[in-house]
């Protein structure tokens, strides 16, 4: 088995180094970047036939350590409070299948949600070994499931088209940094952070761990900052932090402008990190005069929620009550940025609605390139919704898109932020052009849809988050931004 890993591995290399044609990526016109949430390739897509899945995953790859080097007795998942949780059974140090005996979760079930942090994900690969997510996990051994997707509607997209099965997510950890690294490959600064949203690292730069931490065949890792702390000792915004503009997890403060989130910020969030300047996506395709917006699942809903007084509780932000979308205002990129400022031009004209994008489908008036960042509830994220939801939700889009006029000429990415805690079993790659001191993080799903995509396809060609960001320059004729890793694919590779 290991003999196959390294030849897949080889291949894999190979297949990068050859050159992008630019035939193929010219055949597109319209690109639709659809990003969902919280899933390992092997979590959703492991049983995937002809793909890299758990199959191939050898016992060195994933029978978990605790934090002593020594192999954990069982699988045990633990609840909030840090405990083994009976509502779960002990299982064999393994993979296990969700929705199967014994643990009988089916897809529709809302499911525990495994912390996806920047620290928590470099400790949980351990130097590609991927044998720290366990022990490095508030959930233990429930990072080791995954499911059979074949029910799944996207699957049925993947087996007609394009399944990346060596896709890796931009950054390591969470949300936050990932979205990013969607619009600009970079990691956001907060120089000015107080102490309280910093990491405590030890002498080794791992997590500093809490003296009455267990061992993982106890209890869940107990560290100083349970969310692996925001902000980096120099001063990297790295972890779930609000934007300084509404919709922000921060209201407005008492007598500030209701646009804004209170500066002083709040006990659970932090302070707001402040206006970004690095040069996003965005600020590329707009020098250049292409067409782009970024659509996002119930935005106006949620602005409008935000602007409300600070003593006015939330209905869209941040909540699933009364059937709310749960708008998660960590999940707008370009709202972090001074360019979008509210009032300004770039603003009204590239941030918009989720019902924009519809309009703009069936209109067939999308612009070259498009960003859809569904509602919380149409995620898939674990914990605040189930994968079936969501699964709905992108298959009605991609049938709307099949039905557009633009469908001829179009490329749709589904993929996924990070990978949501969830175990995978592929280290992903390092070195100069493959990666840096931010990611690349675990694999994650990716399907590439369209026209000119190679049908009944599974691409075993490096990419991550960067890779977007890579095919629009080469496409649209712009600059690459300084983070993109030039030894990722371009998706060249899935065109006809």
Not at 177 to 183: D, E, M, R, T
Request: proline letters at 10%; charged letters at 15%.
């Amino acid at each position: 088995m290991k003999k196959l890993t390294l030849v897949f591995a080889a291949l894999v290399l190979a297949g990068c180094a050859t050159p992008p044609s630019s035939d193929k990526l010219g055949k597109v016109k319209n690109l639709v970047v659809i990003y969902a949430e919280n899933h390992s390739f092997d979590n959703m897509y492991g049983m995937f036939p002809g793909a890299n899945g758990v199959a191939n995953a050898t016992p060195e790859q994933y029978t978990q350590l605790d934090h002593d080097g020594q192999p954990l007795k069982e699988l045990i998942v633990f609840g909030s409070d840090g405990k083994p949780n009976p509502a779960f059974p002990r299982m064999p140090n393994k993979p296990f299948r969700i929705d199967a005996p014994p643990v009988n979760r089916p897809p529709t079930t809302i499911v525990p949600s495994p912390i996806h942090v920047f620290w928590h994900n470099i400790e949980q690969i351990n130097g590609g070994k991927n044998n720290m997510f366990a022990a490095m996990s508030n959930v233990g051994g429930w990072t080791m499931g995954y499911y059979d997707g074949s029910s799944f509607k996207l699957w049925q997209w993947a087996k007609g088209y394009t399944l990346a099965d060596n896709f890796f997510m931009g950054a390591f950890g969470g949300s936050y940094l990932n979205h990013q690294y969607l619009v600009c490959a970079c990691a956001p600064k907060h120089d000015n952070a107080p102490d309280s949203m910093r990491v405590r690292l030890d002498a080794r730069g791992k997590l500093e761990k809490r003296p009455d931490s267990p061992s993982a065949n106890e209890g869940a890792v107990r560290v100083f900052s349970s969310g692996g702390g925001q902000v980096s000792p120099d001063g990297w915004s790295l972890n779930t932090s609000q934007p300084a503009y509404q919709p922000s997890g921060i209201p407005p403060a008492a007598n500030g402008p209701k646009e804004m989130a209170d500066p002083a910020g709040t006990q659970g969030s932090g302070q707001p990190v402040p206006p970004q300047t690095a040069a996003t996506i965005g600020d590329l395709l707009s020098q250049k005069g292409v067409s782009w917006a970024w659509y996002a699942g119930a935005y106006n809903q949620a602005l409008a929620d935000g602007q409300q007084p600070p003593s006015a509780k939330r209905s869209i932000i941040y909540t699933r009550d009364n059937n709310s979308p749960n708008f998660q205002p960590h999940h707008q990129p370009f709202n972090y940025y001074a360019r979008f400022a509210p009032g300004t031009a770039d603003r009204a004209k590239h941030l918009l609605d989720g019902d924009d994008f519809v309009k703009a489908i069936e209109g067939g008036t999308l612009p070259a390139v498009s960003f859809y960042k569904p509602a919380g509830r149409d995620t898939q994220h674990p914990s605040y919704t189930d994968i079936v939801t969501g699964d709905i939700h992108i298959d009605a889009l991609l049938h709307k898109l099949r039905a557009s006029p633009q469908w001829k000429d179009m490329l749709v990415v589904v993929t996924y932020d990070e990978n949501g805690g969830y175990w995978d079993h592929v280290a992903p790659p390092t070195g100069p052009g493959w990666g840096d001191r931010f990611g690349p993080g675990s694999r994650i799903p990716t399907l590439l849809i369209g026209p000119s995509v190679r049908k009944g396809f599974v691409d075993h060609t490096a990419y991550d988050t960067t890779s977007i960001l890579q095919f629009i320059s080469k496409r649209w004729g712009l600059s690459q931004l300084p983070g993109v890793r030039p030894k990722m694919g371009d998706f060249s590779a899935a065109l006809e």
